[in-house]
Nanobody, 126 residues
Framework: QVQLVESGGGLVQAGDSLRLSCAAS????????LGWFRQAPGKEREFVAA???????????DYADSVKGRFTISRDNAKNTVYLQMNSLKPEDTAVYYC????????????????WGQGTQVTVSS
């Protein structure tokens, strides 16, 4: 079992940067792939980024096309934390951002993840 708590959201202007953090409890953090999803008002939850589990020598990351080149996902297994560095933010990035976890492999569909945080609000003004 893993519990997730996001932080780092806020109100910024277009072009600014934010770094979201997701702290996880549990001793097997490195066994989990971590994902970031977001949900804007009136829209479905959508995939943002994911990073593979920590058991291999190389981490694999995947990004939605809408954030590729602007967002970077990373993890620190020693701190049980996954990060989402968001640069060049746009008003359309405004949403509640959720951290999610699933065993081993990354996935783009939200239903593949069994563990979720409570979300953190990101608002980008134009």
């Amino acid at each position: 079992q893993v519990q997730l708590v996001e932080s780092g959201g806020g109100l910024v202007q277009a072009g600014d940067s934010l770094r979201l953090s997701c702290a996880a409890s549990g001793r097997t953090f490195s066994s989990y792939a971590l994902g970031w999803f977001r949900q804007a008002p009136g829209k479905e939850r959508e995939f943002v980024a994911a990073i593979s589990w920590g058991g291999g020598s190389t981490y694999y990351a995947d990004y939605a096309d809408s954030v590729k080149g602007r967002f970077t996902i990373s993890r620190d297994n020693a701190k049980n934390t996954v990060y989402l560095q968001m640069n060049s933010l746009k008003p359309e990035d405004t949403a509640v951002y959720y951290c999610a976890a699933r065993l081993r492999t990354i996935a783009r569909v939200s239903t593949a993840y069994g563990h979720w945080g409570q979300g953190t609000q990101v608002t980008v003004s134009s």
